[in-house]
């Protein structure tokens, strides 16, 4: 089979959980394909060890480069499959069609997106849904959205998880020095947006230094870039609360390995890296009952409602306090992130390509 494969995604400058997906998805296909011409298509110049060894066509243009550009290129080499990592198949190309639906966030929390975003992912992510010959969804809940909003048949999804790699931890005391973190710390790591539940996380955090002593050094770390409809009075008042912002990939590992905890309630997730990524640093998780998160999670974390600031606050009591619970979650973890591997997402993905 002649696998076409939209790369685009592997050369953006600051890499999230979509970008990670398709960079480390495609290594691992490109790693144990053996039957398969894949051909990677790009919108700039990927390094040369990005993907050592593999086809690639690089093919620049400013605007609408998946449904103008990319199209073009496909009517020209003719593939007999388009997979894209990241919602989006042209509006008009050849052949059979996959594509990876990893949310439908701007459904569940429209005013997460500005008017243009919303109006885009609606139109791209129900033609893209249409037009697939197979659906990859990142989880179950994600599936189940996909069939709620779109009534797309569930013959047409596999769910096949992601993998997740243990982020190498490194000099903790380092990391906490160049990000000017505290030495007790709960963690928050993401996009600071409003989906992701920042306001509670801080209210419940201050809920919770209210019942400790006022020399108490513990901190609240939200580590990451803000994002669109970032509030500053989320934060504005609130002692003890750091904002690093963006941290890099080289010092994730022990900036979760320094966390009490992490503490990720997000209010809607069609995966999250983070809670997994902490349990491999061996980092207890305090995160929702919602969405795709108890999926991930399973027994390893503790489970709560994202719209109750006193279940949050209780949790972190709890890990603050127990050191049993700290342990359990902590050995738990590590069992259960190791469940979510590249190749085994990869077997389900070169197993999909030879049904279709």
């Keep these: 089979m002649r696998l076409a494969i939209d790369a685009?995604?592997?050369t953006v400058a600051r890499v999230t959980g979509t970008e990670r997906y398709a960079l480390d998805l495609i290594r691992a296909v490109l790693r144990h394909n053996t039957d398969h011409q894949i051909t990677l298509y790009f919108r700039d110049q990927p390094p040369l060890d990005l993907?050592?060894?593999a086809d690639t066509r690089v093919i620049p243009y400013p605007r609408l480069w998946t449904h103008v550009r990319l199209a073009q290129e496909l009517y020209k080499d003719r593939p007999d499959v388009l997979w894209t990592p990241a919602h989006t198949l042209p509006f008009v190309f050849p052949g059979k069609g996959i594509v990876t639906v990893h949310d439908?966030?701007?459904?569940?929390?429209p005013q997460s997106h500005t008017p243009n975003q919303r109006r885009y992912?609606?139109?791209?992510t129900c033609w893209s849904?249409?037009?697939?010959s197979v659906i990859f969804a990142d989880s179950q809940a994600t599936a189940d959205d996909l069939t709620r909003f779109?009534?797309?048949?569930s013959r047409k999804i596999q769910v096949i998880y992601p993998g997740v790699d243990a982020p190498p931890i490194g000099d903790i005391a380092a990391a906490r020095k160049k990000y000017r973190l505290p030495e007790r710390y709960f963690l928050f790591l993401g996009t600071l947006q409003p989906r992701k539940n920042i306001q509670r996380i801080v209210q419940a955090f201050r809920q919770w230094r209210s019942t400790r002593p006022k020399d108490d050094p513990t901190g609240l770390v939200l580590a990451g870039s803000t994002g669109w409809l970032f509030d500053a009075s989320w934060v504005i008042g609130a002692e003890h609360v750091y904002l690093p912002g963006y941290v890099e990939d080289s010092d994730k590992g022990a900036i979760y390995a320094g966390a009490l905890a992490l503490v990720f309630?997000?209010?809607?997730?069609?995966?999250?890296f983070p809670i997994l990524e902490a349990m491999l640093c061996r980092t207890p998780v305090?995160?929702?009952?919602s969405s795709s998160l108890p999926e991930l999670a399973g027994d390893a974390a503790l489970l709560v409602d994202p719209l109750d600031v006193e279940a949050i606050s209780s949790a972190m009591d709890m890990i603050s306090e127990n050191d049993d619970l700290r342990q359990r979650l902590t050995e738990r973890g590590v069992t259960q992130a190791r469940q979510f591997t590249w190749d085994r997402a990869t077997h389900q993905v070169l197993h999909a390509l030879k049904q279709v």
């Design 121 to 124: 992912l609606e139109l791209s």
């Design 51 to 53: 993907f050592p060894g």
């Design 265 to 272: 309630p997000s209010l809607y997730e069609g995966f999250g």
């Design 150 to 153: 779109y009534r797309t048949p």
């Design 8 to 10: 685009s995604r592997t």
């Design 129 to 132: 849904a249409n037009r697939a």
């Design 104 to 109: 439908l966030g701007y459904k569940v929390f």
């Design 286 to 289: 305090i995160t929702s009952n």
